[in-house]
């Protein structure tokens, strides 16, 4: 116990307490040392302040004994006030002092809360401050060897970024080759179409493509031609009255191998033909066509999204299903080939890093090459389903018959630059109304690059076109109907708007079955 706690809590002798009390002429603050506690008379020469055992104890300096009695006088100081004989004297004799333990006194609280919080902040602080700079030294080494180095996990090394996906093992397992973009044609791996605006279902079999006649035709066997197709939602079916379509016919046999044609000799019983809806796709709430490419939203085309690689926007693309998007192949330069480094942004108007998904899978056709462009296509598959709402829909495939009439008015939408050879691009998503432009037409400014494969859409006069950053997007036609289909894919051109020098398209209908043949195998 401290002294001054035991001036307080001390019981003093009645006597003194009596006699300090009733001595008024008694100095406020004496000079010689007040005694601890009251001595007894039994006890006079022992130091006042010393504890009361019987040996070892030096007396204190010039020291007086207390008297056994005092005269009475005002309130003595408390009894076990220090004892050295240049005390200074409190503020106010006799008034007990405060009690510090219970934070009477505000300024000693204070000044033991200010240590307290030096005694925990400073250290914390520290601790915070050398795990932030650790984490931010992590970042950027993690930075610095993502941009340049590929680590292998199972043989634990690092290997410089450019073999990454160069088509030769350099990581034990053959791990730095796993994740790249493939060269696939799975053409021949469908053997359904949807003819008539991608509604009347046709089955290849006995060399030739059937129509399927409504005869035992049920929800099973719809679901087997969608898995053909590469949708596995539910779909809806109709039985149609087709007097021009004179066969041949099938019927389907649902077998363990899937789906087997069954030609059906003659002419089909019912009459009536299949029509087939495996996905609700094409739906928007934006007919309305601008001269000009303006800012638009997505809900008004649900189905563009934006390839990113690292963080960055590349290319357009559109939704097809839950988990796959159709792009360009040209996206893909070589050095872009990882798989995981890429992402897609879904559902926002805005270009925006943060809310992407993941990529699961690449596919450029086989016989892509980067100079003429002739297969230029591209499909990635998500690693996880996207959840459809107003802003994010798929478009619809067209019919493998589609017959866009001449002039056909389309919309292309994108991200791209709004100039050409201008660094930016555009920040909301924009759309421009164009116009299917003849190949003919067009070769005749191309010197016959433009193949079978392509299309040309844009304004022979300039001036509105996709640019940079919107290969790989959708353009689209709805004619006049609610529903859109993906006619091209922003492919190439020379320059951006430039009169005569229209955009060229890869031509949807032309790889339809590349598409779906993909599209059933990621099933
Ligand atoms: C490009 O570089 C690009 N004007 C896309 C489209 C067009 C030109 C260039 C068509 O991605």
Redesign the pocket.
């Known amino acids: 116990m401290s002294r001054g706690e035991g001036d307080i809590a001390s019981p003093l002798n009645s006597t003194g307490a009596n006699e300090r009390a009733s001595n008024p002429a008694q100095p406020a603050v004496s000079s010689q040392p007040v005694p601890a506690t009251p001595r007894t008379n039994a006890q006079p020469s022992r130091p006042n302040s010393a504890p009361s055992g019987p040996t070892g104890v030096t007396p204190g300096p010039a020291r007086t004994t207390a008297p056994a009695t005092r005269p009475s006088g005002p309130a003595q100081p408390p009894a076990s006030r220090p004892a050295g004989p240049t005390r200074t004297p409190g503020p106010v004799r006799g008034t007990p002092r405060p009690n510090t333990r219970t934070g009477a006194n505000p300024l000693v609280y204070k000044i033991r809360r200010v240590s307290a919080l030096r005694r925990y902040c400073v250290p914390v602080t520290t601790v915070v401050l050398i795990l932030a700079s650790l984490a931010v030294i992590g970042i950027l080494i993690k930075v610095v060897l993502d941009n340049y180095y590929f680590f292998c996990t199972k043989s634990f090394k690092f290997i410089p970024l450019d073999k990454w996906c160069d088509g030769t093992q350099d990581c034990s397992g053959n791990e730095d080759e796993l994740r790249c973009v493939q060269r696939v044609d799975y053409s021949n791996n469908s053997i359904a179409r949807l003819s008539e605006s991608g509604s009347i279902v046709q089955l290849y079999g006995y060399g030739r493509w059937n129509y399927i006649c409504s005869d035992g035709f049920d929800v099973a066997r719809a679901k087997a031609v969608c898995a053909e197709l590469g949708y596995s939602s539910n779909p809806t079916y109709s039985f149609v009255t087709r007097n021009d379509i004179i066969g041949p016919f099938s019927t389907i046999l649902l077998g363990s191998n899937g789906i087997e044609v069954i030609p059906v000799t003659g002419t089909c019983s019912s009459g009536n033909v299949v029509s087939l809806s495996c996905i609700t796709c094409g739906v928007n709430h934006d007919k309305q066509r601008i001269i000009g490419g303006q800012d638009t939203s997505i809900e008004h085309y649900p189905w563009q999204v934006s390839l990113q690689y690292m963080g960055s926007h590349i290319?357009g693309g559109s939704i097809l299903n839950r988990r796959i998007i159709l792009s360009?192949a040209?996206c893909f330069q070589m050095s872009d080939q990882q798989v995981d480094r890429w992402r897609v942004q879904c559902g926002r108007s805005t270009l925006n890093y943060l809310f992407a998904s993941e990529v699961d899978k690449i596919y450029i056709h086989t016989l892509y090459n980067l100079d003429l462009k002739p297969y230029d296509i591209a499909i990635l598959k998500l690693k996880t389903d996207l959840t459809f709402s107003d802003s994010i829909q798929p478009v619809c495939l067209p019919g493998f018959d589609i017959s866009l009439p001449d002039n056909a008015p389309l919309s292309v939408t994108g991200w791209?630059h709004t100039v050409?050879g201008g660094g930016n691009l555009a920040s909301t998503l924009q759309k421009v109304a164009i116009n299917l432009i003849s190949r003919s037409v067009c070769n005749q400014e191309y010197y016959n690059q433009v193949l079978d494969t392509m299309m040309c859409a844009?304004r022979l006069s300039g001036g509105l076109?996709?640019?940079?950053?919107?290969?790989g997007g959708p353009l689209v036609y709805s004619g006049d109907t609610a529903r859109w289909e993906q006619v091209g894919i922003?492919?190439?051109?020379?320059?951006?708007?430039?009169p005569l020098?229209?955009?060229?398209y890869t031509s949807v209908q032309a790889f339809l079955s590349w598409i779906c043949g993909i599209m059933k195998a990621e099933l």
């Not at 076109?465 to 290969?471: A, E, F, K, L, V």
């Not at 922003?490 to 430039?498: F, H, I, K, L």
């Not at 020098?501 to 060229?504: D, L, N, Q, R, Y």
């Open positions: 290319c360009a040209h791209g050409e844009g076109d996709t640019c940079q950053g919107d290969s922003v492919s190439w051109g020379d320059g951006c708007g430039r020098k229209v955009g060229i």
